[in-house]
């Protein structure tokens, strides 16, 4: 049975350990994975001491993508390109780091019947799962993708980042004759209140909105998207099962089916 385990904080809701399990059941392969809550200054010795229990491989999540990817002594091409981790290898007594964030999203857009090719995307937030999203929406396919952050700095950083098909800005800075095909929010606008506001942004019935969080942390922007004009709204479940599935991929060798996960979750 092999180590795993899901650092974050907070991290006693998290859906990892219940998801791994059920796909280690589908494969048959013994897994041991639990969540260990750890904040930016425990994490390294949290980290460590996970490696040293025997630890081979970890998920990571808030808020700890980019220390991850600080600790990590190799990383993959689109970890390096994000500048973030989400998944954890351990090889030759030292740490790889991977993410699986961008390629779980558009997963799950997928099997929505959202297809990123040719759209323009209005992307919330410009932290590390904000990256992640961003660089995978732009390889498949987005022709226009604007990334808003309250700090200015990071949204331009992104976009420049991003390339010729980006731009940054403030949410303030939105221009109400914008037409967007998604919506992502990669932000932690409306985690802690019941209320979320783009008003100067327009939403059609057709505009998808999704927000990378999922279950009460998704509640504000996806009832403001109702409220708006969509009606196409998603929270992140379908992409935490789809990433952990690349996760589990990695470490395995062999990637499980997600049906019957994203089924379970729901009901």
Not at 149 to 161: C, G, K, V, Y
Not at 204 to 225: E, I, R
Request: glycine letters at 10%; proline letters at 4%; one cysteine or more.
């Amino acid at each position: 049975m092999t180590r795993h385990a899901v650092f974050g904080q907070p991290i006693a809701h998290s859906l990892s350990p219940r998801i791994h399990a059920m796909f280690g059941a589908q494969l048959g392969i013994a897994i041991d994975y639990r969540a260990i809550e750890a904040g930016r200054d425990d994490f390294p010795h949290a980290l460590a001491a996970f490696a040293r229990d025997g630890g081979v491989g970890a998920n990571v999540t808030l808020p700890l993508k980019e220390d991850a990817f600080a600790l990590c002594a190799t990383r993959s091409p689109r970890a390096q390109r994000c500048g973030s981790v989400n998944t954890l290898l351990r090889h030759d007594d030292a740490w790889h780091g991977d993410s699986t964030d961008g390629i779980g999203l558009l997963r799950d857009l997928e099997r929505q019947g959202f297809a990123p090719q040719g759209r323009r995307v209005l992307l919330l937030g410009a932290g590390g799962a904000a990256r992640a999203a961003a660089f995978a929406l732009l390889d498949a396919g987005a022709i226009r993708l604007t990334v808003a952050n309250r700090t200015l700095e990071r949204a331009s950083a992104l976009a420049q980042a991003l390339g010729a098909s980006a731009r940054g800005c403030r949410p303030d800075e939105l221009d109400a004759t914008d037409r967007f095909d998604l919506i992502v929010n990669a932000s932690a606008a409306g985690h802690d209140s019941a209320s979320f506001a783009l008003p100067s942004v327009r939403v059609a019935p057709a505009t998808s909105c999704y927000d990378l969080s999922y279950g009460k942390a998704a509640h504000a922007f996806l009832d403001w998207a109702r409220r708006a004009g969509s009606d196409r709204v998603a929270d992140g479940l379908g992409m935490l099962v789809e990433q952990a599935a690349e996760s589990f991929a990695l470490w395995h060798g062999v990637r499980p089916g997600t049906a019957r996960v994203h089924a379970a979750l729901r009901d």
